[in-house]
């Protein structure tokens, strides 16, 4: 069975730009989850998308959104980059929402200059 | 507002001795919990879990503890092999909520 994947693998952006992170869950997933984790930080979380919808946000400015596709692969959008945006996100995705295992992927190393 | 703390960024035990991880909260919703692992360059992976109404939940060399009215839980390894070197994040849920909230993680070293 195919794990979450995730693209790309490394990205390096300058302030003000927008970029795209994209995922996809493992099949039959129907949750996916992002997560940002900055230096020294706990994995913060971003956005929930079930079935097409969003769930629920964390405490992210609106410069951060995403969407889910019919086939529940999800993109992350990053508006107006900041220097404290550099991070790792990591994608995750689940089968029963919130009240079981989380499946992560490899996440994306997104550097701002 | 960092609901999950895990006050010990680093813990370092040596081979075959028990490692202990511990992790604290705040909020007396949370009602299930879970442990990851992380190695470097890896997503995390699901460890353990333990929802409110156990006490102690056990998986081969790894246990976990849940103490509700502390509002804490850790996670024992025994015994500890080089290959448990990793970062371990313990993650909190409640079924009101839906979100996890993450702990800041502890890094384990086990030396042979």
């Known amino acids: 069975e195919a794990g979450v994947t995730q693209s790309p693998t490394h990205l390096i952006k300058t302030r003000g730009q927008q970029v795209t992170l994209r995922c996809s869950p493992i099949s039959g997933h129907t949750s996916v989850y992002w997560y940002q984790q900055a230096l020294g930080l706990g994995l913060q979380f971003l956005l929930w998308y079930d079935e097409g919808e969003e769930r629920n946000r964390g405490n992210f400015p609106p410069r951060f959104s995403g969407r889910q596709f019919p086939n529940y692969s999800s993109e992350l959008n990053v508006n107006a980059l900041e220097l404290e945006d550099s991070a790792l996100y990591l994608c995750?995705?689940?089968?029963?929402?919130?009240?079981?295992?989380?499946?992560f992927g490899p996440g994306t190393r997104l550097t701002v200059l | 507002d960092q609901q999950v703390k895990q006050n010990s960024p680093s813990l370092s035990v040596q081979e075959g001795r028990i490692s202990i991880l511990n992790c604290d909260y705040t909020n007396s919703m949370f009602d299930y919990f879970l442990w990851y692992k992380k190695y470097p360059a890896e997503g995390p992976t699901f460890l353990i879990s333990?929802?409110?109404?156990?006490d102690k939940n056990e998986d081969g060399r790894f246990t976990v503890f849940l103490n509700k009215s502390a509002k804490h839980l850790s996670l024992h390894i025994v015994p500890s092999q080089p290959g448990d070197s990793a970062v371990y994040f313990c993650a909190a849920s409640s079924n009101t909520g839906n979100q996890f909230y993450f702990g800041t993680g502890t890094s384990l070293t086990v030396i042979p």
């Open positions: 995750a995705s689940s089968f029963l929402t919130f009240y079981g295992e989380q499946f």
């Open positions: 333990i929802s409110s109404i156990k």
